[in-house]
């Protein structure tokens, strides 16, 4: 069963919640038992999720129900394995500092939401006015630079090494798998 299949059938609810029921982590890929229910609880579908050449994932500890479901295949989850890694450098101080770092940590979240935090130690290299702002890949760091140098901060990227896979990003309620391929098959 393909992704746009178990689409077809979830979205024959309009209203539905997503829940991970059990995981099994296997040698060669990860096995995702996952129930689909519409929010009156009715005419719940089940499936089965393998997932093949796992590089990250996080599963939400809490299991809160959502209705994320879908696949991205250039999220900004994905840069770290997919994009140029790069150094960002700064020279200069805002005169604003305080709504600098918001206007950052504004930027960070928009892209990865709570999965992944911001580094906070980037605040001090921004408080003593030099020296190397963040490592990560060239789209993220291209797009913090635009933001230093609107509040006049000289920015300077150095690209390290070129990171070159297929990977997709499955988000599974308020989960996400990062993996080369999916397979779906119906429980019910």
């Not at 992704?3 to 040698?27: A, G, M, W």
């Not at 960002?88 to 992944?116: C, M, N, P, Q, R």
């Not at 911001?118 to 020296?131: D, H, T, Y």
């Amino acid at each position: 069963m393909n992704l746009q299949e178990v689409r077809k059938l979830i979205e024959s609810s309009p209203d539905y919640d997503v829940r991970i029921l059990k995981t099994e982590f296997l040698p060669e890929l990860l096995k995702i038992e996952f129930s689909v229910d519409n929010i009156d609880n009715s005419d719940a579908k089940k499936f089965e999720l393998k997932v093949y050449g796992i590089v990250n994932y996080h599963i939400t500890e809490n299991y809160d129900e959502s209705s994320q479901f879908y696949i991205e295949e250039d999220h900004p989850l994905l840069w770290q394995y997919t994009d140029t890694q790069c150094e960002l450098y700064v020279t200069g101080s805002a005169d604003s500092f305080k709504e600098l770092f918001f206007d950052l940590l504004s930027i960070h979240f928009s892209l990865f939401e709570s999965y992944i935090p911001f580094n906070p130690a980037s605040a001090i290299v921004l408080e003593k006015g030099f020296g190397l702002f963040q490592r990560g890949s060239k789209k993220l760091l291209k797009i913090y630079a635009e933001k230093l140098q609107s509040y006049g901060i000289q920015t300077s990227i150095v690209e390290n090494y070129t990171k070159e896979s297929k990977l997709a990003v499955l988000f599974l309620g308020n989960s996400y798998f990062i993996a080369e391929s999916f397979d779906f098959k119906s429980l019910n």
